[in-house]
């Protein structure tokens, strides 16, 4: 009997429709070599670069602006200096006391040793 009561409830069980196995579609995932914080960070690093080379490249260029602006007044002065250096020799040709005498004759001056006074040069 005990069998047969085991029998019957395998009857009695309902039977379930076969099911065919549905293929699992496994997704794998690449490992990125460059993580998209990796990237920012890498663009960031760039673009300081970047920057700090434009604001050197700038720098240098008002330091050579400068540095022709100095030239060109160095060249000035030394232009200067010759011109006054020439005129100084100049007035010291003209201030020759033979050359004076000659143009106060020339004008109708005479030398009055009573009105002659001496003044220290340079």
């Known amino acids: ?19 065919t196995p549905q293929p699992t579609i496994k997704t794998v995932k690449k490992k990125k070599l ?17 920057v700090l080379a434009v604001t050197i490249l700038h720098k240098q260029s008002i ?3 400068s540095t022709i602006e100095i030239q060109k007044i160095q060249s000035q002065v ?5 011109e006054n250096v020439d005129l100084k020799v100049k007035v010291a040709e003209l201030s020759t006391y033979d050359r004076i005498m000659e143009k106060a004759k020339a004008l ?11 003044v220290p040069g340079e």
């Open 78 to 82: 030394t232009d200067l200096s010759n």
């Open 108 to 118: 109708g001056l005479t030398l009055n040793e009573k009105n002659v006074k001496v």
């Open 34 to 50: 460059i993580t998209t914080k990796e990237k920012l960070l890498y663009i960031a690093f760039v673009m300081v670069v970047c």
């Open 1 to 19: 009997m005990a069998v047969r009561v085991r029998q019957q409830s395998y009857i009695y069980q309902p039977v379930a429709p076969p099911t």
């Open 63 to 65: 330091i050579q602006q």
